[in-house]
Structure formats: structure tokens, C-alpha cells
């Protein structure tokens, strides 16, 4: 079954993608990711992309539905995939129809994790990252250790460049105009489940996957 999980910057897509990827067993692939891997190890796709993402712009369709393309053919997602950041424009939800339905699947439920745009901010602002290991905290809801680096891996943890505020405010405006119409595509054939996504992680969990059984998706 392939998954994908919507809402606003900061709305908790990662967080969940990654609980859900690992309860269906498939794997989690989030574009901002997948560009942020690229611009730090200097690949072309990276030094096309890094301004775009530092800017909180959107990169263009015709690259972001190439690296889904080759993406989702991988033999491990034969099983399917949880998407996290893709589709965020209608022209992506319609291009990942067609290359789905050439892989002989379909999307399941589009998950849309609702949270107002202030609670967005308050999660951008208070979030700290793992350059390393990509484990994310967040300073007030997941706390790192008292030292200020990963409890995974040790490494100095660090703010995203995008969660500056400037960035924040451009990447919601980008929401706003680009990625809100992708939850009319997907309400108007039934596809979309809202969750309350303002609650503790755990209890959005829970509700995530709950809804994805009640929507038959597993
Ligand atoms: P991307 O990395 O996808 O950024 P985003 O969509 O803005 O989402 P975020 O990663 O900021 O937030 P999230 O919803 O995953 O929240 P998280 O779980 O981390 O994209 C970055 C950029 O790449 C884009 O701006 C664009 O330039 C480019 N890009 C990517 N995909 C693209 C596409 N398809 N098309 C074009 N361009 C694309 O949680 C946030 C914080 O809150 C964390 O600190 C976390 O610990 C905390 N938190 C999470 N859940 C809870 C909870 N329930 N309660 C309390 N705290 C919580």
C-alpha cells in the first residue's frame, strides 16, 4: 500500500511517516529529505535545489516528480511507501496517480494532519535536527539531552536553515497557494482522512493508523 501524509510545514508529517513506515513495514520517503541529502553531499540535483529549499520556495514540479519516479520503482518499494512532503501540487498528485497506477498500485488514503498555522510555527521555531543521523527534537515537546547534541549519534544538533523565520513564512505562504488544492483533489474522490494532529505524537500515531486500517488502506 503507498501512503501519502499532507499538512502544513512543521505539521508533524516526518514524525508520523516515520512511526507509520515502521508499524506497515515499507519504507519512508520524504523528498525534503532526499533534496537536503543531495545539497549537503554537493550532487547536481543538490546544488539545483539548495537555494530553492533555503528560500522555502518550492522546487520545480518536473525534478521533484523525477526523483518520486525513480524512487518508488526501487525494488524495496515493491511493498509500497509512505510519503512524506509529496504530492504538494496538484500536477504532483496527478503525476503520482499515473506512475502508481503504471506500477500496477494505487495511493491508499492521503493523511492529512491538521494543526493551525500557529502551532505550525511554534514546531518549526523549537526544532533541532541531527546533521548526521537526521534524528529530529523538538526543544519544549522532544526535549535532546542536556548537552545539546544527539542522543543517537553525539552529534551537535543544529536549527534547519528553512526554519528561520523568513523561510517559515514563505514556506506557508507556498502552502497556502500550491499544496492546500491538493486536499480538494483528494476529498473529491474520498481519498482524504483528516486526524487532529494537534495532540501528543503518540496519540497522533495511534489515530493515524487507526484511520488508515478503518480506510482500509491495511
Ligand atoms: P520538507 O522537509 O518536506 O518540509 P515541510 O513540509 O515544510 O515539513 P517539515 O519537515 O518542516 O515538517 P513536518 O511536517 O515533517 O514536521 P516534523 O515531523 O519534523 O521540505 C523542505 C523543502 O524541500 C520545501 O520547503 C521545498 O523547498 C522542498 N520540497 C520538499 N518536498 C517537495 C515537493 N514535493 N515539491 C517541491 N518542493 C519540495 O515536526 C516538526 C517539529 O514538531 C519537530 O520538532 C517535532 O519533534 C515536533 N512535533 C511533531 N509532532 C508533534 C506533536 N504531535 N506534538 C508536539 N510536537 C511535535
Redesign the pocket.
Known amino acids: 500500500m503507498d501512503i501519502a501524509l499532507l499538512?502544513?510545514?512543521?505539521?508533524?508529517?516526518?514524525?508520523?511517516?516515520s512511526l507509520l513506515a515502521g508499524e506497515l513495514g515499507v519504507p519512508h520517503i520524504?523528498?525534503?529529505?532526499i533534496?537536503?541529502q543531495a545539497a549537503a553531499e554537493g550532487t547536481p540535483l543538490g546544488d539545483q535545489?539548495r537555494a530553492?529549499?533555503e528560500a522555502?520556495?518550492?522546487?520545480?514540479?518536473a525534478l521533484?516528480i523525477a526523483v518520486?519516479r525513480e524512487r518508488l520503482g526501487a525494488a524495496d518499494c515493491a511493498p509500497g511507501a509512505v510519503l512524506?512532503?509529496?504530492?504538494?501540487?496538484v500536477a504532483?498528485a496527478t503525476a503520482l496517480d499515473g506512475m502508481l497506477s503504471e506500477l500496477g498500485r494505487s495511493l491508499g488514503p492521503a493523511v492529512y494532519?491538521v494543526v493551525d498555522e500557529a502551532r505550525a510555527v511554534e514546531?518549526?521555531s523549537?526544532?533541532?535536527v541531527c546533521p548526521r543521523c537526521g534524528a529530529?527534537?523538538?526543544l519544549e515537546?522532544?526535549p535532546p539531552p542536556a548537552d545539546g547534541r544527539c542522543g543517537r549519534c553525539g552529534s551537535a544538533l543544529v536549527q534547519?536553515a528553512?526554519?528561520a523565520p523568513a523561510a517559515q513564512l514563505q514556506?506557508l505562504a507556498?502552502?497556502r497557494e500550491a499544496t492546500a488544492p491538493v486536499l480538494a483533489y483528494y476529498r473529491r474522490d474520498g481519498r482524504l482522512l483528516e486526524v487532529d494532529?494537534?495532540?501528543?505524537?503518540a496519540?497522533?500515531g495511534r489515530a493515524v493508523l487507526a484511520a488508515v486500517r478503518a480506510g482500509g488502506a491495511v
Do not use: E, N, S
Open positions: 499538512g502544513l510545514p512543521g505539521a508533524g508529517k516526518g514524525t508520523q511517516a520524504a523528498t525534503g529529505d533534496f537536503r535545489v530553492i529549499m522555502g520556495r518550492l522546487v520545480p514540479d521533484t518520486i512524506d512532503g509529496f504530492p504538494r501540487t504532483q494532519l514546531r518549526l523549537g526544532r533541532r529530529t527534537y523538538h515537546t522532544a534547519r528553512d526554519d514556506r507556498a502552502y494532529g494537534d495532540r501528543p505524537m496519540d497522533v
